[in-house]
């Protein structure tokens, strides 16, 4: 899809008609190119581009022109949107208008009609380059800015990082190392009391108190070492609050017993032990365990052993955190995983039955590759007296907000057949247009800007030939007596959703076809995928030829075909968008 526009305004008809011949030829397959005939419509024009998502770079407009001149008209832009580039054409030479636009309007380049052709066109090339080498400049100039900021942040960070590393142990480091590779939670446990024990080799009993959800109460852990391990009765957060009072808080979460009482260890199953020291783990503001460390013998802990534990309980809260977000995240992806396969499922009973296909379309190519589980693109089929319908359809975006504008389009495709008969391709898309529409803005606080490109035909096999409609996608054609080469049969520039355009009218082509000849509708995956060479896309032309090379070939031949060229041209990269294409032999 084109975003980058160049607008021209002129009163004459005639005029303008020049400059589509003239841009067309240069500039049409690159820019979108808008044509108005009054700086009312010019300004309208912009607003509706900018909703749209559309960019104006450079702006064409005449001089002398009813109710707004050229030079208020490029003025007025130039307040909102100063970085378009303006050229200011005129058939009466005023050197006083120039002058007024020039000062206020930041004029690129002024003209007089009447105008050579290569000289206009060189002009807006120029203009263009210059247009985005000023963008590129100010993109350049932001991501400075932005790296400068981000560096400066990191070195500040960094420098505390390096201060902090310093006062650590080299065995604290390793300890570190172990902890943070283990974030299975019973294995996490068991390495964490292991550990404990290397850095402080003087204690006789090592337990975590770790938090049971389910239970919402702390379950003593105890790994089947040569203390043993053995069925501890769960502590409730009011006998763990107990336990704390009863203790000296030396550092923050860190508390010290000096000779606890046979009381306070075994409210927390703990041995009796003549010093006891607790270090408490949070995370995100809620306790989720307790390590406990004991010496059985009279002799207590020091300062040194605080500090210690202090350091050490950092570097647990921060791998008992990833092991809870590491849980947590696995429970999540699990479940979206599961609702993804059942969404799966679900769009694919939508789609045509393979049997169904196979009875209507004989012999048919369906090449339908998601990027996701789900897929915003669909093909669609339906059948009524001696004529068959198909549609190739590319809804905004994929993967789960792609797949429920396909259900939407599905649904309302099947609404629309089944409740009148006989429509024409280009009926149907105009209906399809007016109840996508409803649809989105239906409840919406603003109206949705989701949209749908598709290629319709009708299959008249009675007289043999097929009615076509396209919103933004074309029709391939290949006579099965010629040469193999495809001639495409453009769809409408107007697509089922958006803003602009609602009320023009579907147009529709009328294709004769004899037996042996085929056409391919299909969505821009395909053509839009990068390759792993220079990152480019394989575009249109290339696809085509790949369809010319390979349409005479059986419908699995053409599948494997299609299949190995998408890969050896996307190699290690990943797939950008749903990929859909349907072949039918007539």
């Avoid at 407009?61 to 949107?81: F, R, V, W, Y």
């Avoid at 350091?311 to 809260?317: A, I, K, N, P, Q």
């Avoid at 239906?442 to 009615?467: F, N, S, V, Y």
């Avoid at 031949?557 to 990943?574: D, G, I, M, T, V």
Wanted: aromatic share 8%; net charge negative; with cysteine.
């Amino acid at each position: 899809m084109k975003k980058h526009t160049i607008i021209c305004v002129d009163d004459e008809q005639s005029v303008l008609n020049v400059l589509s011949t003239q841009l067309r030829r240069r500039f049409g397959d690159a820019y979108n190119l808008e044509f108005v005939e009054s700086g009312d419509e010019a300004l309208e024009l912009l607003e509706e581009l900018e909703e749209d998502g559309f960019i104006p770079v450079m702006i064409l407009c005449d001089q002398i022109m009813p109710n707004m001149s050229g030079d208020e008209l490029l003025t007025a832009i130039h307040k909102e949107q100063p970085h378009i580039k303006k050229i200011l054409l005129t058939g009466q030479a005023s050197l006083e208008s120039a002058i007024n636009v020039i000062n206020n309007a930041d004029l690129y380049r002024y003209i007089v009609k009447p105008w050579e052709e290569e000289d206009l066109l060189l002009t807006i090339e120029k203009g263009i380059e210059a247009y985005f080498l000023v963008q590129d400049l100010h993109e350049k100039n932001r991501m400075l800015e932005k790296y400068s900021a981000e560096l400066e942040q990191m070195v500040e960070e960094r420098t505390a990082q390096l201060q902090e590393r310093n006062t650590e142990l080299e065995s604290l480091d390793n300890i570190v190392r172990t902890i943070n590779q283990r974030f299975n939670f019973e294995n996490l446990l068991t390495t964490l009391l292991e550990q404990a024990r290397v850095l402080f080799p003087r204690i006789d009993h090592a337990v975590f108190l770790h938090h049971n959800h389910d239970w919402d109460a702390f379950l003593p852990f105890l790994p089947t070492d040569k203390h043993g391990a053995g069925h501890k009765p769960p502590i409730s957060h009011t006998a763990l609050k107990t336990f704390f009072e009863r203790g000296k808080a030396v550092k923050p979460k860190i508390t010290l017993f000096a000779e606890p009482s046979r009381e306070t260890t075994a409210a927390v199953a703990f041995p009796p032990v003549t010093s006891l020291l607790a270090a408490m783990v949070q995370h995100e503001g809620r306790v989720q365990g307790v390590l406990l460390l004991g010496v059985g013998e009279a002799r207590a802990f020091d300062e040194d052993d605080v500090e210690k534990l202090a350091r050490f309980r950092t570097h647990m809260t921060s791998a008992l955190g990833k092991a809870q977000i590491m849980k947590a995240l696995e429970q999540h992806n699990q479940q979206i995983t599961s609702s993804l396969e059942y969404a799966r499922v679900i769009q694919g009973k939508q789609l045509p039955k393979k049997d169904h296909f196979a009875e209507r379309f004989p012999g048919a190519l369906v090449f339908y590759q998601p990027k996701h589980l789900v897929s915003g693109d669909f093909y669609w089929i339906h059948h009524h007296g001696d004529r068959d319908y198909l549609a190739v359809v590319d809804c905004t975006g994929h993967g789960v907000p792609g797949a429920l504008i396909s259900m939407i389009g599905i649904t309302l495709l099947n609404k629309i057949v089944t409740t009148e008969a006989d429509l024409t391709p280009a009926q149907i898309l105009s209906r399809l247009r007016s109840e996508f529409c409803r649809a989105l803005t239906q409840g919406a606080e603003k109206p949705l800007r989701d949209d749908m490109e598709l290629g319709l035909c009708m299959i008249d096999r009675r007289h043999q030939k097929i009615h076509f409609s396209g919103a933004k996608r074309p029709l391939y054609f290949i006579e099965g007596c010629g040469k193999g080469t495809i001639t495409i049969y453009q769809g409408n520039r107007t697509s089922i959703g958006g803003r602009r355009n609602r009320r023009r009218a579907f147009s529709e082509q009328i294709i004769p076809y004899m037996e042996g000849d085929a056409f391919y509708l299909f969505t821009d995956g395909f053509p839009d995928q990068a390759g792993a060479e220079d990152y480019r896309k394989l575009g249109l032309k290339s696809f085509r030829a790949l369809l010319e090379h390979i349409h005479g070939l059986s419908t699995e031949a053409q599948h494997a075909a299609l299949e190995e060229a998408l890969k050896q041209f996307q190699k290690r990269l990943p797939q950008r968008d749903d990929i859909t294409v349907v072949g039918v032999r007539l």
